[in-house]
């Protein structure tokens, strides 16, 4: 097979998108809706909607009334609403490899990989307690901003 | 512009101002009575609300892990935190936080969650009459 230099740039331009997008990428996340802000920060960060695929979300807002323990529930119009808007917004590259689809965005083999350099006392430590814990790190994560430069690890 | 007179143009500031606030329908005070007349009509054994009773409910656990307290702290007045979160939850006391209580909506929403969550069950008006009127209690 003869590939042309520019064809063989294009390809490989393809594949460092699909990784950017994938792992690195800026980390910034911009998609708003003023429900899903408001019911989602009233007891956590609103994580944001690409941080999972769509399954997960879709099968999430069907149990709200058991919301990780909790419950969460929220008037039918409400839930449609934000649903719909997650789902539109999800994510599309971060399902497990098994082909499941985690509720779970620290359970997610995207997040664990993202996240694979963070020691173990980190995780544990009072600031952080929990992985679920974005804003203890990620500075600016209330604003969808997850990128490096704002990233602080709490000593 | 020279011709719209002054007044109208403080009218319409006015209603800017009340369409970017958050309107508040009710008072606490307002919403307490609205519980004690449900109380009235759903329990004919029902006397009067408690602040005692209500704060001995808030306080203490029903079976299941949290209690009230365990998000909104000893002190209704103080900030809380979520007890699986540790997000901070503004103060529960109106006298401390003039926007609780004031938006049927949202008191029906919390009441419906967060029972189920303490107590594995909905609320009864009665009960719902006695934390409120706990709340009210608390002076800040």
Same mark, same amino acid.
């Not at chain 1, 350099?117 to 790190?137: D, G, T």
């Not at chain 2, 609205?34 to 009509?41: F, G």
């Not at chain 2, 029903?62 to 540790?86: F, L, R, V």
């Given at each position: 097979? @003869?590939?042309?230099?520019?064809?063989?740039?294009?390809?490989?331009?393809?594949?460092?998108?699909?990784?950017?997008?994938?792992?690195?990428?800026?980390?910034?996340?911009? /998609?708003?809706?003023?429900?899903?802000?408001?019911?989602?920060?009233?007891?956590?960060?609103?994580? &944001?909607?690409?941080?999972? =695929?769509?399954?997960?979300?879709?099968?999430?807002?069907?149990?709200?009334?058991?919301?990780?323990? /909790?419950?969460?529930?929220?008037?039918?119009?409400?839930?449609?609403?934000?649903?719909?808007?997650?789902?539109?917004?999800?994510?599309?590259?971060?399902?497990?490899?098994?082909?499941?689809? =985690?509720?779970?965005?620290?359970?997610?083999?995207?997040?664990?990989?993202?996240?694979?350099?963070? &020691?173990?006392?980190?995780?544990?430590?009072?600031?952080?307690?929990? =992985?679920? @814990?974005?804003?203890?790190?990620?500075?600016?994560?209330?604003?969808?901003?997850?990128?490096?430069?704002?990233?602080?690890? &709490?000593? | 512009? #020279? $011709?719209?007179?002054?007044?109208?143009?403080?009218?319409?500031?006015?209603?800017?101002?009340?369409?970017?606030?958050?309107?508040?329908?009710?008072?606490?005070?307002?919403?307490?009575?609205?519980?004690?007349?449900?109380? #009235?009509?759903? *329990?004919?054994?029902?006397?009067?609300?408690?602040?005692? +009773?209500?704060?001995?409910?808030?306080?203490?656990?029903?079976?299941?892990?949290?209690?009230?307290?365990?998000? $909104?702290? *000893?002190?209704?007045?103080?900030?809380?935190? $979520?007890? #699986?979160?540790?997000?901070?939850?503004?103060?529960?006391?109106?006298?401390? %936080?003039?926007? +609780?209580?004031?938006?049927?909506?949202? !008191?029906? #929403?919390?009441?419906?969650? %967060?029972?189920? *969550? !303490?107590?594995? +069950?909905?609320?009864?008006?009665?009960?719902?009459? *006695?934390?409120?009127?706990?709340?009210?209690?608390?002076?800040?």
């Amino acid at each position: 097979m @003869n590939f042309s230099i520019p064809t063989i740039s294009f390809i490989l331009a393809l594949l460092a998108s699909g990784l950017t997008s994938a792992h690195a990428g800026e980390h910034l996340y911009s /998609a708003n809706n003023p429900k899903w802000k408001t019911e989602c920060s009233a007891c956590h960060l609103a994580y &944001p909607p690409q941080l999972l =695929p769509a399954e997960s979300w879709r099968a999430m807002m069907t149990q709200l009334d058991k919301h990780f323990g /909790a419950d969460a529930s929220l008037d039918a119009k409400t839930a449609a609403e934000i649903s719909a808007f997650l789902q539109a917004n999800a994510g599309r590259n971060k399902r497990e490899a098994t082909g499941k689809s =985690p509720l779970r965005i620290t359970e997610t083999r995207w997040f664990k990989q993202e996240h694979d350099e963070v &020691p173990a006392r980190v995780w544990s430590s009072a600031a952080v307690k929990q =992985p679920s @814990n974005c804003a203890a790190c990620h500075t600016q994560a209330e604003r969808g901003d997850f990128s490096e430069r704002s990233l602080r690890i &709490p000593r | 512009m #020279k $011709h719209i007179p002054h007044k109208l143009i403080i009218l319409l500031a006015l209603a800017a101002t009340g369409l970017a606030q958050p309107m508040f329908a009710l008072t606490a005070a307002d919403t307490l009575k609205q519980l004690e007349q449900s109380a #009235k009509q759903t *329990d004919p054994t029902f006397k009067g609300v408690s602040a005692q +009773r209500g704060e001995r409910l808030f306080k203490t656990t029903h079976g299941a892990e949290w209690s009230c307290a365990s998000c $909104h702290s *000893d002190n209704p007045a103080a900030s809380g935190k $979520h007890a #699986k979160t540790g997000k901070v939850i503004a103060p529960l006391a109106p006298a401390a %936080n003039a926007e +609780r209580f004031t938006r049927q909506d949202k !008191v029906e #929403k919390w009441f419906r969650r %967060n029972c189920n *969550d !303490v107590l594995n +069950r909905a609320c009864t008006a009665s009960e719902q009459a *006695d934390v409120l009127a706990y709340l009210m209690s608390i002076k800040s």
